[in-house]
């Protein structure tokens, strides 16, 4: 069974960094497109980062130049480091996996890690 347990949230001040971990079983990273999600209170879902099979990236406007997605497949375990926190940036913020040719359905999610960024 294919698991996403993401880690490394917690507190931090306006301008500060936080490294994110998302733990991945299986050979899921190398086999599925990679992306974090987040969810703020009374907010849609947002796309934070993608990161595809193939090492294509991409990013929301809001994080870009900010934020950086990547994946070490030996480690089995896809990151976000995330630089110059702001306070709109306090979200849950989830792992996401998504094979290709397959529905929505079949996507898995992690149970999410809370950011919060505050003085």
């Known amino acids: 069974q294919v698991q996403l347990v993401e880690s490394g949230g917690g507190l931090v001040q306006p301008g500060g960094s936080l490294r994110l971990s998302c733990a991945a079983s299986g050979s899921i990273l190398s086999i599925a497109n990679m992306a974090w999600y987040r969810q703020a209170p009374g907010k849609e879902r947002e796309l934070v980062a993608t990161?595809?099979?193939?090492?294509?990236?991409d990013y929301a406007d809001s994080v870009k130049g900010r934020f950086t997605i990547s994946r070490d497949n030996a480690k089995k375990t896809l990151y976000l480091q995330m630089n110059r926190l702001k306070p709109e940036d306090t979200a849950v913020y989830y792992c996401?996996?998504?094979?290709?040719?397959?529905?929505?359905?079949?996507?898995?999610w992690g149970l999410g890690t809370q950011v919060t960024v505050s003085s």
């Open positions: 996401h996996a998504k094979r290709p040719l397959l529905p929505a359905a079949y996507d898995y």
């Open positions: 990161i595809t099979i193939t090492g294509n990236i």
